[in-house]
């Protein structure tokens, strides 16, 4: 039986996929998994017997990974369980930003205690004049889950699609429209683009990329999207290009003390996975990757850990690994089990970064001694027998 804690509110779609080898508690010290939205767990003492924790979303920044990892807790996230909602609110942002809905709809709200409201809306209506984005230029840099689904949607709308991303994967190639034209850097973006919109995630190479010399490169009036993360954008810089008309608009979904109080700036109070689907998506997916880790030993989407897939158990042992990214490792693993006479029918051992996992099927139920052999061999984290 697996002890499952909740950290906050988890759709019931995701929890009630929980077989009868599970039950929720709402005691954390008991639980083996941990299923988490936004709650901060970087000051919490997580318990020794703690084996997952699996985020329902994307971001991470609220699990302490580093300090998870040296514990042999696999940190799993949901990427693109929420893909379609964020690309929607994208795509309204691109209209919002297009048509100056947001200006019309607070005039409107300022004027409603007026006895003539109809008078006035025909008369000062024109002041919110907008454009059309069909025929208009969309760049989009990042191509993935959220990019290359917006990239399809503009052109189903008419729009010339202009894409960047190096590192995009064959299936999303796969997906995209023909006609959307894949360009080699950002700056071609910057140069060709009406409206632009970052989908990439929070590198040292992306951190602050759209600042004061690549706004210098782009279109005057450019309109600007950031459903992806708030340090993409240097705050500073768009506020002087808001200012000076070089920006027409900025659309964001992460406010901050500047960006809320930024003229030209169409602040979105973090909407972009807020929706019922994506909660649904996201705790299902969750869920799923948990109950896969405990009861199989594969990892699949973990942001500390290698992923490694073995499938469904069906040999008469399984042993799992976590350890140091240390070399020879394996030939360490392999020897202490061959010590005991067990033979090894299937093994997987992947790496990243610091940190590695081993999985091995075995041809018998591996012994206690097995187990504390492997649990000495240097650069060992945690060993699980899973069968």
């Known amino acids: 039986m697996y002890h499952i804690h909740c950290l906050n509110k988890i759709s019931p779609k ?65 990427p693109g369980a929420n893909a379609n ?8 942002g ?86 959307i034209v894949r360009v080699n850097s950002r700056d071609e973006i910057y140069s060709q683009c009406d409206i632009i919109s970052l989908h990439t995630p929070l590198l040292e190479d992306t951190k602050g990329m759209i600042n004061a010399e690549a706004i210098a490169k782009m279109k005057d009036g450019v309109i600007i999207l950031n459903f992806a993360r708030d340090p993409l954008v240097d705050d500073d810089a768009m506020a002087a290009a808001l200012a000076s008309g070089k920006v027409a ?25 807020s929706t019922e689907e994506s909660e649904d998506n996201c705790a299902k997916m969750a869920v799923q990757e948990l109950m896969d880790y405990l009861e199989n030993g594969n990892i699949k989407n973990s942001v500390n850990y290698p992923n490694c897939d073995m499938g469904v158990c069906r040999a008469e042992g399984r042993i799992t690994l976590l350890h140091r990214n240390i070399p020879n ?3 360490r693993f392999t020897a202490a089990i061959a010590g005991e006479n067990i033979n090894i029918d299937g093994l997987v051992n992947k790496s990243r970064g610091e940190y590695a996992y081993t999985m091995l099927d075995l041809d018998r139920h591996p012994s206690a001694d097995v187990v504390e052999h492997l649990g000495q061999i240097e650069g060992v984290v945690k060993v699980r027998i899973i069968k």
């Open 14 to 78: 995701g929890t009630a996929l929980l077989t009868d080898n599970y039950a929720l508690t709402e005691d954390l010290q008991q639980a083996e998994g941990v299923l988490v939205r936004s709650a901060a767990m970087h000051d919490m003492t997580l318990p020794e017997n703690l084996l997952a924790v699996a985020r329902a979303g994307a971001g991470v920044n609220n699990i302490p990974l580093t300090d998870c990892a040296e514990h042999g807790i696999v940190v799993f996230n949901t």
């Open 249 to 273: 608009r900025y659309v964001t979904d992460f406010p901050n003390e500047k960006t809320a109080n930024m003229p030209g700036c169409i602040a979105i109070p973090h909407l972009g996975a």
């Open 85 to 92: 909602s964020v690309m929607e609110l994208a795509l309204c």
């Open 94 to 179: 691109m209209l919002l930003s297009s048509r100056d809905v947001v200006g019309g709809i607070n005039w409107v709200q300022s004027i409603k205690g007026s006895s003539e409201v109809a008078r006035l809306v025909e008369k000062g209506k024109s002041q919110f004049a907008g454009h059309e984005i069909r025929h208009k230029n969309l760049g989009v840099i990042g191509l993935g889950a959220v990019g290359g689904p917006l990239a399809n949607a503009a052109r189903s709308l008419g729009m010339n699609v202009y894409g960047c991303d190096p590192f995009i994967s064959i299936e999303a190639a796969w997906h995209l429209d023909s006609h």
């Open 329 to 331: 490792s394996l030939g």
